[in-house]
């Protein structure tokens, strides 16, 4: 990758290291397999956006009023070509376009071209504004007649603008989306280290394990209503698992079901220790345990010495610093019936907690501990923030 790329993506103000869809993101996460792409909980790859025209042939340059540089006659043949749809009425373009023009400027081998919409004008008085100090202005292209919107942003359904279509040397479709998730993937296709079907492969995983978390969450549903038994909901759980055997979410989501639906505590604990074994330096996975064993509603049996010896490796793990994690503690020491133990620890947790609606449940949970409105060993309601959306 250039280097002038590379401070692109590093200094733009609104390019965030956006994960790509299917790319792990947790720790609890597996380093992709595509079983899960391939399984029955994969959907119609004619249904998801993202792989619309994805290694399809784009059409060929056509239409248009160049404003800035030379006329587009052909693809690129050295290497990809990277086209930005804008418009002069959308805030925060500018910036990207002046960074754009600098890299189409310095870097070999990558086309840069940005289409616009929008009045002449508006469009001239955007590229002679851009920011910085000695901005230069992008190859451009009034698209005047809609021609190049047809072309792309239609058929690739982009509803939000800037976007950004790359295009590789063979004239063939390898990314698009919204400007504001794209720059890993822009960083991989100018280091030509991006493949059109690996990008498909962890897009239909990522698909396809949205659609096992609805399924699993659906059972728990149909188990409560008695259309479906706990054991059916334990074999799902299971078959996730060994579709996706390293993601620790998963047997998570075994040990729950073991605990509450399935009302099987003595298996459901055995479970939970091969779990804190094969994740054993996983803060994540290890703080669920603990917090769900103290923290869901029926559970006939709640095995508090387990979930504190969870809790104190979740914590050590992250040096007693992490929030939610003490959070966890202290709602362990307070389901133990120890009032001031668990104060402390909540104490330590608002402390560190964000000032976001992301801590407002570490500070409801002190409140709860501290307004004599609940017993020890009593639990407190659940919560959610009034300031979430």
Same mark, same amino acid.
Request: hydrophobic residues 35%; proline residues 7%; charged residues 20%.
């Given at each position: 990758?250039?280097?002038?790329?590379?401070?692109?993506?590093?200094?733009?103000?609104?390019?965030?290291?956006?994960?790509?869809?299917?790319?792990?993101?947790?720790?609890?996460?597996?380093?992709?397999?595509?079983q899960?792409?391939?399984?029955?909980?994969?959907?119609?790859?004619?249904?998801?956006?993202?792989?619309?025209?994805?290694?399809?042939?784009?059409?060929?340059?056509?239409?248009?009023?160049?404003?800035?540089?030379?006329?587009?006659t052909?693809?690129?043949?050295?290497?990809?070509?990277?086209?930005?749809?804008?418009?002069?009425?959308?805030?925060?373009?500018?910036?990207?376009?002046?960074?754009?023009?600098?890299?189409?400027?310095k870097?070999?081998?990558?086309?840069?071209?940005?289409?616009?919409?929008g009045?002449?004008?508006?469009?001239?008085?955007?590229?002679?504004?851009?920011?910085?100090?000695?901005?230069?202005?992008?190859?451009?292209?009034?698209?005047?007649?809609?021609?190049?919107?047809?072309?792309?942003?239609e058929?690739?359904?982009?509803?939000?603008?800037?976007?950004?279509?790359?295009?590789?040397?063979?004239?063939?479709?390898?990314?698009?989306?919204?400007?504001n998730?794209a720059?890993?993937?822009?960083?991989? %296709?100018? #280091?030509?280290?991006?493949? !059109?079907?690996?990008?498909? *492969?962890?897009?239909m +995983?990522?698909?396809s =394990?949205?659609? &096992?978390?609805?399924?699993?969450?659906?059972?728990?549903?149909?188990?409560?209503?008695?259309?479906?038994?706990?054991?059916q909901?334990?074999?799902?759980?299971?078959?996730?698992?060994?579709?996706?055997?390293?993601?620790?979410?998963?047997?998570?989501?075994?040990?729950?079901?073991l605990?509450?639906?399935?009302?099987?505590?003595?298996?459901?604990?055995?479970y939970?220790?091969?779990?804190?074994?094969?994740?054993?330096?996983?803060?994540?996975?290890?703080?669920?345990?603990?917090?769900? %064993?103290? #923290?869901l509603?029926?559970? !006939?049996?709640?095995?508090? *010495?387990?979930?504190? +010896?969870?809790?104190? =490796?979740?914590? &050590?793990?992250?040096?007693?610093?992490?929030?939610?994690?003490?959070?966890?503690?202290g709602?362990?020491?307070?389901?133990?019936?120890d009032?001031?133990?668990?104060?402390?620890?909540?104490?330590?947790?608002?402390?560190?907690a964000?000032?976001t609606?992301?801590?407002?449940?570490?500070?409801?949970?002190?409140?709860?501990?501290?307004?004599?409105?609940?017993?020890?060993?009593?639990?407190?309601?659940?919560?959610?923030?009034?300031?979430?959306?």
């Amino acid at each position: 990758m250039s280097s002038v790329f590379g401070s692109f993506l590093v200094s733009s103000p609104i390019f965030g290291q956006t994960v790509i869809p299917g790319q792990p993101a947790q720790p609890s996460a597996a380093p992709s397999s595509h079983q899960m792409a391939s399984s029955r909980f994969a959907p119609d790859p004619e249904t998801i956006r993202e792989l619309r025209m994805i290694g399809e042939p784009v059409p060929p340059p056509s239409g248009g009023t160049m404003i800035k540089g030379e006329p587009i006659t052909e693809w690129n043949s050295e290497g990809p070509t990277i086209l930005i749809f804008w418009s002069p009425f959308v805030g925060g373009t500018d910036t990207h376009l002046a960074q754009l023009g600098e890299i189409g400027a310095k870097s070999e081998g990558i086309q840069t071209i940005s289409i616009a919409s929008g009045p002449r004008s508006r469009v001239e008085r955007t590229l002679d504004n851009l920011p910085g100090r000695t901005p230069i202005a992008p190859r451009t292209l009034l698209d005047e007649t809609g021609s190049w919107q047809k072309a792309f942003v239609e058929p690739l359904g982009l509803t939000t603008l800037p976007a950004v279509v790359a295009i590789d040397k063979h004239g063939e479709v390898v990314y698009h989306g919204p400007m504001n998730t794209a720059s890993m993937a822009l960083a991989r %296709i100018t #280091s030509n280290n991006w493949s !059109s079907d690996g990008y498909r *492969d962890s897009v239909m +995983e990522y698909m396809s =394990r949205q659609q &096992a978390s609805i399924a699993l969450n659906e059972i728990r549903g149909r188990v409560r209503r008695g259309q479906a038994t706990a054991d059916q909901a334990v074999s799902l759980a299971e078959e996730l698992i060994e579709l996706d055997a390293q993601n620790g979410g998963r047997q998570v989501s075994k040990f729950d079901i073991l605990l509450t639906i399935a009302d099987r505590p003595d298996d459901a604990y055995a479970y939970g220790r091969e779990i804190a074994t094969r994740f054993s330096n996983n803060y994540l996975v290890l703080n669920d345990l603990a917090w769900n %064993i103290v #923290s869901l509603p029926d559970v !006939s049996r709640r095995d508090l *010495d387990f979930a504190l +010896e969870m809790s104190r =490796r979740a914590n &050590a793990i992250q040096g007693y610093t992490d929030y939610s994690v003490l959070d966890t503690m202290g709602r362990i020491w307070w389901m133990r019936g120890d009032a001031d133990e668990a104060i402390r620890w909540q104490m330590m947790a608002v402390a560190r907690a964000f000032g976001t609606w992301h801590g407002d449940s570490t500070r409801a949970n002190l409140d709860a501990y501290t307004n004599g409105y609940l017993k020890p060993g009593e639990m407190p309601p659940p919560y959610r923030s009034p300031r979430r959306q």
